[in-house]
């Protein structure tokens, strides 16, 4: 067989090798390390992984594209299974108010926060929202990230706008390198007009706009913001069971600021992951090591929101729920694109060990998505999806924080971005 691209010499191959599942307890710890290591890719596959040389059997062609490796170290590309990437406007007005001391909930409940990015997006045009979730998608890959999850979410009961949104996600997904796995979120917050009768909201979210969404295969996931002032623990539920009759599968935004039992709810009607935690009971962590539900952690998010409270990743680990992490990109409580600095966060803050963190943002973020068989480690068989760092161990990139460590990322078999030289 002749592999139309080959890195050879790396210091450090981190595969991930292992059952495609999210991985979970000690598993967590087990990234298939592999010293002087070699990939050979073609199409977009990778055909071989291993050490020192190539086999016999794997030859050059003329345009094999040869990268060498030496003092890097290379891993699978990130995912990043929670964002909200597509949107109108930002909310920088809000750092000023935060430091004065309003939080998250108050600049909600006083119409802005998500409302003020409700506006923004329905007043966008598709081109000027593509243009611009383009640009953070291109940051996104510079940083190593090759698969993204997609939230609408800032079109609430104007339906149009949710559509748009994901149109945008969709067009994303078809036209750049990155690829963008949707998600439909217009429980997202009530909108002024139901704040006295949010089940006619509700209504409307699971008479239409569910059995629109899935019928046009806008979305894979359904996502509810589950939140004091948002939607009440039964209220999420109704909508997750509403979308699973209609094969989206289901996704929470659980005990991110107030302890409502998300954790629980997510595990008692089987979702694929919970998001946040922050203030997940013991009770719940338990039940979602119990049930398989992955939980998605976003300490960027703690970090942004100045609360000083993270999700309990350790007690989590311990107690067999798989982690993943992701970067909640959005305008308001996460305006960051930057997963290395969540994976650094994640490692210094929730002492997650390097090695546990680069799981959580390949296979397990991969499970989150539903992607396992396909991509989230360097097996022969699966995408080609890979990140090279210009750094010499694992280690070395989540101590050496806020800085961007890529040096090449190739997507799909084609080198997608070179440090310097982006040539998406
Ligand atoms: O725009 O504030 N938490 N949803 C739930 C968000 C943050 C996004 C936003
Ligand atoms: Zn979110």
Known sequence: MKADLIIKNIDNLITLKGPNRPRVKEEMEDIGLIKNGIVATRGDRIVYVGKGELPEDIERHEETIIIDGKGKTLTPGLVDSHTHLVHGGSREHELAMKLKGATYLEILEAGGGIHNTVKETRRASFNELYEKAKKSLDIMLSFGITTVEAKSGYGLDDFDTEIKQMEVAKKLNEDHPVDVVSTFMAAHAIPPKYKDNPRAFMDL????????????????????????????????????????????????????????????????????????????????????????????????????????????????????????????????????????????????????????????????????????????????????????????????????????????????????????????
């Open 205 to 424: 979210i699971i008479d239409e706009m569910i059995p629109y969404v899935a019928k046009k295969r806008l979305a894979q996931f359904n996502d509810v913001f589950c939140e004091k002032g948002v939607f009440t623990i039964d209220e999420t539920r109704d909508i997750l069971l509403a979308g699973m009759e209609h094969g989206l599968l289901p996704k929470v935004h659980a005990d991110e600021i107030e302890p409502l039992g998300g954790a629980e709810m997510a595990a008692e009607i089987g979702c694929i992951s919970a998001e946040h935690l922050v203030a997940a009971s013991d009770r719940g962590i338990r039940m979602m090591a119990e049930r398989g539900v992955i939980a998605t952690l976003l300490p960027a998010t703690s970090f942004n929101l100045q609360t000083g409270k993270f999700a309990r990743a350790r007690r989590m680990i311990e107690e067999g729920v798989a982690v993943a992490l992701a970067t909640d990109y959005n305008p308001g409580s996460c305006p960051t694109e930057n997963i290395q600095l969540v994976m650094s966060l994640a490692s210094i803050i929730m002492k997650l060990t390097p090695e546990e963190v680069i799981t959580a943002v390949t296979i397990n973020g991969a499970a989150a998505l539903k992607l396992e068989d396909e991509i989230g480690s360097i097996e022969v068989g699966k995408k080609a999806d890979l990140v090279i760092f210009d750094a010499p161990n694992l280690d070395y990139i989540i101590y050496h924080f806020g800085i961007n460590h890529t040096d090449k990322v190739i997507k799909a078999g084609k080198i997608a971005f070179e440090k310097h030289n982006n040539i998406l």
